[in-house]
């Protein structure tokens, strides 16, 4: 939320803030290196390469007055990405000179960590300072945006790229939950790396399926139930539902649970501010949905009536947060935190959790409450 998204810098705040498992967004270069990136086609917004002639002229489609850049991390070695400085994902898609397009930060946002120059940082540097804060991992297999194979690089290779930088800096599979949108990296990592495939996350992204009936969710799940995977991830709002002006789990969420499925959910404050209603991540809870005829967001303070219901009546593992200071408050006051796997459960038969340790990506950082 303040710190320029995939930095050095931005997965450091995270630590600090208390997140337990930070996320790397996962694309290639041109010369097939894994960097950090929300996309792979995103560096126009992210970064400060429009202001750099040699740069911009190498974009799959440059900047210029009028017209809409595309600017790829496959289009540039690493070497050339990191010579960029990394900002706030936003632009100005009128502006006349490419200085003033590189703007447009929102409001309650800030350019304050942008001068210092970041840079973008290679998925092994992330594992390195990720390993070095104690802290577990995340990394999401971005879907590619250029045709596969590219080069001859393979979705199949650039996937399990992804598993064998974690194999190469030893860290333990129990450490690491893989994530794609595309399914089918889910189902290669279930059958070629099995022990990280069994912590893979399945990212939801059919929106139409918060109103399927059940037997369109069979069809939906049928591969991934078949190939043994563990956890979905679908957006916070379809999860929930609202009855009698009270938040209660969706459908969709008594499915998953039904079935044996783990869930992980995105994005916390990722909306501004909440009094305007949080917009399309809120929108079962604040009447933008066809299933939400009222609105339950009144003020900031819903982020925690919102993450409380998560944690309550839908049961989530982990929800992901652009600022994990907030989920973190949220699991010290309530008790939670990141359970290690070889705790043991106190004479109650609740297991023990490690305080303040949640899910985070900066942003997009998770909170992970078990």
């Known amino acids: 939320m303040q710190y320029p998204e995939h930095t050095l810098e931005s997965y450091l705040a995270a630590i600090i803030q208390g997140a337990g498992i930070v996320e790397c967004d996962v694309t290639f270069t ?6 950090c990136r929300h ?10 390469i429009v202001t750099r002639p040699e740069m911009n002229t190498k974009c799959t489609t440059p900047w210029a007055p009028g017209i809409a850049p595309k600017c790829c991390t496959s289009d540039f070695t690493l ?5 960029l400085c990394a900002k706030m994902d936003a632009s100005i898609a009128d502006a006349e000179t490419a200085k003033e397009y590189i703007g447009g930060t929102a409001d309650w946002r800030t350019d304050l960590y942008t001068g210092e120059c970041p840079k973008i940082p290679t998925h092994a540097e992330s594992i390195a300072l990720i390993s070095d804060g104690g802290r577990k991992f995340t990394p999401e297999l971005k879907t590619p945006q250029v045709d596969m194979p590219f080069d001859g690089f393979t979705q199949e290779m ?14 333990p599979a129990e450490n690491v939950w893989a994530q794609s949108f595309l399914w089918d990296d889910v189902l290669y990592w279930l059958e070629s790396t099995p022990d990280f495939g069994k912590q893979a996350v399945a990212l939801e992204g059919t929106y139409a399926a918060y109103d399927y009936t059940t037997e369109e969710f069979d069809t939906h799940f049928a591969d991934i139930i078949d190939a043994g995977a563990n956890i979905v991830a679908p957006p916070m709002w379809m999860l929930v539902d609202q009855e009698d002006g009270e ?3 969706s459908n969709y969420t008594e499915y998953v649970k039904n079935k044996g499925f783990d869930i992980i959910t995105w994005t916390l404050e990722r909306s501004g501010l909440l009094q305007s209603g949080g917009g399309w991540y809120f929108q079962t809870t604040n009447g933008d949905n066809d299933n939400s005829n009222s609105s339950l967001v009144v003020s900031d303070g819903f982020v925690f009536e919102f993450l409380h219901a998560l944690q309550t009546e839908v049961g989530i593992l982990g929800v992901f947060s652009d600022w994990p200071a907030t989920t973190t408050f949220y699991a010290n006051c309530m008790g939670l935190g990141l359970l290690e796997a070889d705790e043991p459960e106190d004479d109650s038969g609740v297991a023990s959790f490690t305080s303040g340790l949640l899910f985070t990506f900066l942003p997009t950082v998770v909170a992970l409450l078990f």
């Open 30 to 35: 041109k010369d097939k290196e894994l960097v």
């Open 39 to 48: 996309a792979q086609c995103d560096l126009h917004t992210t970064t400060d």
């Open 79 to 83: 070497e050339e990405l990191k010579t």
């Open 158 to 171: 650039y996937a399990q790229k992804m598993i064998d930088e974690y194999v190469a800096a030893g860290v």
């Open 247 to 249: 938040i209660v789990a």
